[in-house]
C-alpha cells in the first residue's frame, strides 16, 4: 500500500452566543479540540495549523432549551474524540453511522434523566479529510461549505421541507433562508429510534483540490446572511481566523438572533491535483432556482 501524503490544515473555529440568547447550544469539534461545558456560554476561538494524513471537524447545534441544547451538542461533540482516533475511509459511511447512533442513544438517555418532558436534539455537520479525498455528513440544518476558485458549494443538504421546496424549484435560494418554517428540520440526532430511516444521513465524497477552502456553521450564520454574501466573504484573501471572525460580526450586526459558530478550514497539499469547479457534486444546490409557476 503507498504511503499517504499528508494535507496542511489552517483552521479557525469562533462560537458565539449571539445578542438574544441566554445560553449558548452550539459546540465544535476541530481536530481534536472541542468546547469544555463550563465554557460554552462564554464563547470560544480556537486557531491551529496542522500536517497530517487526516483531519476531523464538526459542528453540533443543540436543540431542547436551556442546559438541555447545551447538554445535546457536547454528547455530539465529545462522541467525536473516539470516531476520531477509529476512523477509517474505507468505512465512513459505516462508522458516522455507527457514532450518530450512539449519540442518539446517549442523548435519549440524558432526556429522560432530567425529566419526563425534556426534549433533546442536536444536529450534525461533519468533515473529514484523508489523503486526497474530503468525506462530509449532516444531520439536520448545519452545514458545510466549500469554496474553491472562488466559487461557492453547499456540499451538505439540509433535513428540512423548505430545503427540498427549494431543491424542486418552488422556492428561490433566499426564499427558503427567509421562510417562517426555515428552522423546522426532520433529521436529529436525539430523535425517536422509530423514526430513524435510511436517509437518517447525508454522506458525500469527492477529491481534494489544492487550495480549497471549507466553512462549517450553525443556522445562526446562514439563517441571517446570503449565499452571496457568504460567497463574498469567503473569498477576500484573509486568513480563516480574520475571515471567521468577520462571519460572525455580520451576524451578529444582523441581529445575532441566535447562537452562531463558524469554523474556516484552508487547505494545502503538494500532492493536491487542480480540479475544476464543475466536477464539485451537488452544483445544482447552488443554481438559483426559480420559483415554479402556478
Known amino acids: 500500500m503507498a504511503a499517504m501524503e499528508k494535507i496542511t490544515v489552517n483552521a479557525a473555529a469562533i462560537s458565539h452566543i449571539g445578542n ?15 468546547m469544555a461545558q463550563y465554557e460554552v456560554n462564554q464563547g470560544c476561538r480556537v486557531q491551529t495549523k496542522r500536517e497530517d494524513c487526516f483531519h476531523l471537524f ?7 432549551g436551556l442546559e438541555g441544547g447545551e447538554r445535546a451538542s457536547w454528547i455530539g ?21 455507527q457514532y450518530a447512533m450512539k449519540a442518539t442513544d446517549a442523548v435519549l438517555e440524558d432526556a429522560a434523566k432530567n425529566g419526563k418532558d425534556q426534549k433533546e436534539g442536536t ?45 424542486k424549484g418552488e422556492l428561490t435560494r433566499e426564499q427558503m433562508r427567509k421562510h417562517p418554517r426555515a428552522n423546522a428540520i426532520s433529521h436529529f440526532m436525539g430523535m425517536p429510534r422509530d423514526r430513524i430511516n435510511e436517509s437518517y444521513i447525508y454522506f458525500v465524497k ?13 443556522d445562526g450564520l446562514s439563517d441571517l446572511i446570503s449565499f452571496e454574501r457568504i460567497e463574498e466573504m469567503l473569498s477576500t484573501g484573509d486568513g480563516p481566523m480574520r475571515t ?22 484552508d487547505v494545502t497539499g503538494t500532492h493536491l491535483k487542480d480540479k475544476p469547479v464543475d466536477e464539485l457534486p451537488g452544483m445544482d444546490l447552488e443554481e438559483e432556482n426559480s420559483p415554479t409557476a402556478n
Open 58 to 64: 464538526a459542528i453540533c447545534d443543540g436543540m431542547g
Open 244 to 265: 471567521a471572525e468577520n462571519l460572525v460580526l455580520e451576524a451578529l450586526e444582523l441581529g445575532g438572533k441566535d447562537n452562531t459558530t463558524v469554523l474556516v478550514i
Open 77 to 97: 461533540v465529545s462522541g467525536l474524540q473516539e470516531l476520531y482516533h477509529s476512523i477509517e475511509d474505507d468505512h465512513f459511511q459505516n462508522e458516522v453511522r
Open 123 to 167: 444536529t450534525l455537520a461533519l468533515l473529514y479529510l484523508h489523503d486526497e479525498t474530503a468525506y462530509a455528513a449532516n444531520i439536520g440544518d448545519s452545514r458545510v461549505y466549500l469554496l474553491r476558485k472562488g466559487c461557492l458549494n453547499q456540499i451538505t443538504r439540509d433535513h428540512s421541507q423548505v430545503f427540498q421546496m427549494m431543491l
Open 20 to 34: 438574544i440568547r441566554t445560553n449558548n447550544e452550539d459546540n465544535f469539534f476541530l481536530d481534536g479540540q472541542m
Open 206 to 218: 469527492f477529491d481534494l483540490a489544492e487550495g480549497d477552502r471549507f466553512l462549517i456553521c450553525s
